[in-house]
């Protein structure tokens, strides 16, 4: 028996080692299946993280893109109102310089100037027209003839013109500017 009992020694040594090669082996296996549990359920909660905070970037984006546009807006509808103002400005200026033209050139309306009484030469007075009438207590005027009238008339309605799109101009300045 005793033969036997050698015998069986190493297959009992080569089962144990069996069995516990098995039994590590499906440890590690099932170390295997508990790491890629863990792994895939840390990755599912990166990929969930991720696309909260590309959602949240992309409201924020929405958001910061519909601010600009209403202050685009609001920009666009102070330059139209400003715009509107000074046209209108420029509108009445013109209409009020075409009144004054059609005035003087139908003799409606006379220009004339002051006088100063000191500069005048003893013999070169310009007479004062009879019918001008003075608020300066009596002081000499002469009448300026219709032509020259109607270009002073139209200097001033350049200047009328340039001053109104100066403020037109500041005002889009200050209006962009804030």
């Not at 790491?35 to 984006?61: C, F, V």
């Amino acid at each position: 028996m005793p033969a036997f009992g050698l015998m069986t020694t190493p297959y009992r040594a080569i089962g144990l080692f069996l069995f516990l090669a098995m039994l590590a082996g499906g440890s590690a296996a099932l170390a295997w299946h508990f790491q890629d549990w863990r792994y895939g359920r840390q990755l599912s909660e990166q990929a969930r993280l991720h696309a909260e905070a590309l959602n949240q970037l992309t409201l924020a984006a929405a958001m910061q893109q519909q601010a600009e546009h209403d202050k685009r807006l609001a920009l666009e509808q102070r330059l139209s109102a400003s715009e509107h103002i000074h046209y209108r400005a420029l509108s009445d200026a013109q209409r009020d310089q075409g009144r004054l033209r059609d005035r003087l050139a139908t003799a409606d309306l006379r220009l004339s100037v002051l006088l100063d009484a000191g500069d005048a030469a003893p013999g070169n007075s310009v007479p004062a027209s009879a019918s001008s009438r003075s608020l300066d207590n009596g002081a000499s005027r002469a009448r300026l003839d219709p032509a020259h009238a109607q270009r002073i008339i139209a200097i001033t309605d350049a200047g009328d013109s340039g001053l109104i799109a100066l403020q037109a101009c500041q005002d889009y300045v200050r209006a962009v500017a804030r």
